[in-house]
């Protein structure tokens, strides 16, 4: 068993600098050899080979003289099992069965996954006092590295979050031609996939990602994500290497979005380190807004400071703040350091969101309350697995999820404690997209003893004392904290999903590490901590995890600030065929419990007795498109219970979960070939702004102001529609509501008894302004006596007219027409399309979707693709409840 001591690494966190010149998550630009170069990523020309066909030693397989053939092309950044797919040697694991068909490596053993990986690159080593470094953003499990015949690595690297950085200055060759070899170790142990959460609950013992080894809502990962698997990259610097910047900013008082702001404080450190033989003196400077600060500085040889530059008061800031509550302005700030002859030695640039997150106790819901700007959020947010369960991360899909979840309304994103320290691109992206993030650390309660489990090794006091090393987790507690705490999404960290972590290394974290690197953020000891939520007695907990009636969303009560409440999100026919084979493409009998042993396999969760009031399904493709139906109602009715209860029962609400990084059937609002599904615009419709809403439980109609102003001068409508399209105004009223609340109008349970008669039908409900602006557009479809949509069951077509054009900017505005006289048009799915296969454009981005138009009415829709298919030969395609499919040809 290794170390558990934490000591050492306290005393290198204060002292800071654990990785000497570790990488920071920025950008750099730096002056080299009279010109100016960016960082450069080595993530290509990469190979691979199995270490037991390699004769060679490490130093021997770094040098250029060795013949290296019949390796494989290697994914880098990537795992074994990427670029095994890569290589068509397996089949894809997301498809069918295929998971199965690729050999485990608790069965096949370690040595089955443990690889060598090489690249050559072209790199001179520099003249006077430049240095060149070579940094590792993230090797799993551990690996030994080499370079141009000599060893890195002292000892074996372990950690899965744990950059390295080596300086390589002297080990480049003259000629610029060099070879790097990395043998890579997978976890040990890598846990016995026996079909528990967490399988066996041993891979709890490394500090690493824990669903590798299955979960409800995942299958095994068959090499445990072994591989490098974040980039590597080289830098050079003047002689001098800046690391670490740190930015707070302080932003004291309550804030308005609008008018010029009192002015906020930035705070600014940074790392330097002198690695040569020779002092240098110079300073420190920090650019920002236009204006510059700097502090001299004297370094010894071979030495390092953590500096503090001088407090700047910042006059009329632009603040970042959450999605729905303002813009997310964010500042370009440049560290720089300057000889006493002003050239710039090193330098690193980074992006700052101006704002300020603190919490407070609400005594009304024994719940935490969340404010930026001095303005109270309600917390409306969506549980983060990772992007891909294969670790194929990329800034351009982060980007998109993180915009669908900017589209569903959300402001918060939890990352969920049995997966990662997310990437700096992801973050980059919730900076971009006002999206809070809740980073747990690598603990869950699954396999680290929360329970007693009949499918776990070993007992619950043995698992609670997991990780092995405890050094090494608070290690690299340190060194991830210093590569996001610059992102102002960044909100709040967490020692664990549902337990802490063992006592040593939590008072580590909470008594010396955080307070030292980050003191500006709230611990939360785990995701359901009574800091974060007290569950009253005889309340339901977290949860519920599956399907319930609308009405059980807003009559009970549970967690007042719940991290984990959700349901089903199966996607349409379109998405089920990516990955289920058309043989297996069957209706599932949930009532003779006959389920395909593929959907069983891919985590189906079942939609069981919500279908049939829609009518009994004919086949698959009818299956999912009720589904979607179910999804949008139920999603809908989440967050509008939530809604209802504001500032009373509850203080936010964290939905499980909001996305799948593997093809399982459960839990998500968009699949994970990017296609979302209903649950998306169920959310987006109930999570905007001002809102208005019904009760299921007793018709009770509501507004719901989460701006940060009252509301003057609002008329709410409702009108009644019944199934061949009678629309009929009953009722109307002027009222206003103050910020950051909800208000209660009137019950219309009477009225709709009457005018809808007992066959069901439609109640349409509007906010508008004063003069006359829609602010909130909310349709829900009522069923009849028994609970039976017979008015959907019987519905006759409309007629609809649409037109697509091009809008500029990978932009396509269609509008949909419902002629009078006719039914209501209902639930119509737009798609882009390619115009010779037909198939979906993802990832595309739609302003609303499965969008529904009253008859004489119409609405236009925002659609956003990638720019490349901007004059590509697209089409978009309607399809809905009672509209015939069609395909628009793009104006």
Known sequence: ?????????????????????????????????????????????????????????????????????????????????????????????????????????????????????????????????????????????????????????????????????????????????????????????????????????????????????????????????????????????????????????????????????????????????????????????????????????????????????????????????????????????????????????????????????????????????????????????????????????????????VHFHRDMNLNLIRIWGGALTERPEFYDACDKYGILVFQDFWISGDCNGKWRDPMKKEDQWTRRMYPDDHALFLHSVVDQVKMIRNHPSLAFYCGGNEIPPPEDILRAMQDSLLPALDPTRYFFTYSNADSMSHNFIGGNGDGPYRLQGNEYFWEHRSFPFNSETGSVGMGDYESLQRFIPPEDLQLPDETGHRIDSVWRYHKYAGYGKYLDPYGKPSDVRDFAAKAQLVNYDQYRALIEGHLAHMWEWYTGVVIWKTQNPWTAMRGQMYDCYLDPNACLYGLQRAGEPLHVMRSPSDGMLMIVNNTFHPCHDLMVQARSITCAGKDSLVFQWVTEIGPATVQKIDTLQQILNQSLSHQGGFLALRLLNATGEVLSDNLYWLPDDEGNYTCLQHMASARVHAEASRAGNGRIAVTIQNPSGGPLAFFNRISLVDGKSHTRILPTFYSDNYISILPGEQKTVNVECRPEWENANVMISISGWNVAEQDLPVK
């Open 1 to 401: 068993m290794r170390n558990r001591s934490f000591a050492a690494a306290v005393c290198l966190a204060v002292l800071g600098g654990i990785l000497g010149c570790a990488p920071s998550h920025v950008s750099t630009q730096q002056s080299v050899r009279g010109k100016d170069v960016a960082e450069i990523e080595l993530d290509s020309g990469w190979i691979c080979t199995n270490y037991k066909s390699v004769k060679l030693a490490g130093e021997d397989l770094s040098k250029l003289s060795s013949t290296l053939s019949n390796w494989l092309p290697a994914t880098v950044p990537g795992t074994v099992l990427t670029t095994l797919l890569n290589n068509k040697l397996v089949p894809d694991p997301c498809f069918g069965m295929n998971n199965t068909h690729i050999p485990d490596i608790y069965d096949a053993g370690r040595d089955a996954y443990t690889y060598w990986f090489v690249k050559d690159f072209q790199w001179a080593a520099p003249a006077g006092t430049q240095q060149v470094y070579l940094r590792f953003r993230g090797v799993n499990y551990g690996c030994d590295i080499y370079l141009n015949g000599q060893k890195l690595t002292r000892q074996t690297h372990y950690g899965m979050f744990l950059r390295q950085a080596f300086n390589i200055t002297s080990i480049l060759s003259r000629d610029g031609n060099n070879r790097l070899a990395v043998l890579v170790y997978p976890p040990d142990p890598v846990g016995n996939p026996n079909g528990g959460q967490g399988g066996d609950g041993t891979i709890g013992r490394n500090v690493s990602n824990q669903y590798v080894a299955g979960w409800d809502w995942i299958q095994p990962i068959r090499d445990r994500n072994t591989g490098i698997w974040d980039k590597v990259t080289l830098d050079e610097t003047g002689g001098v290497c800046l690391t670490n910047p740190h930015v707070i900013t302080l932003v004291p008082g309550r804030r308005f979005v609008e008018g010029s702001q009192a002015p906020a404080i930035v705070r600014s450190s940074a790392e330097i380190e002198n690695p040569t033989s020779e002092p240098v003196h110079g300073s420190l400077r920090l650019v920002l807004d236009g204006r510059s600060l700097e502090r001299e500085v004297r370094l010894q040889p071979m030495s390092s400071v953590e500096l503090q530059l001088p407090d700047d008061t910042l006059y009329n800031p632009r603040l970042w703040w959450p999605n729905g509550s303002g813009p997310q302005a964010l500042y370009d700030a440049r560290f720089q350091f300057l000889s006493d002859e002003g050239a710039v030695l090193d330098e690193k640039s980074l992006r700052i969101g101006v704002r300020e997150i603190r919490t407070a106790w609400n005594d009304r819901t024994e719940s935490r309350e969340v404010y930026v700007n001095g303005q109270t959020i309600f917390i409306k947010g969506g549980n983060w697995i990772t992007s891909d369960a294969m670790l194929r991360l990329s800034a351009a899909r982060y980007d998109a999820e």
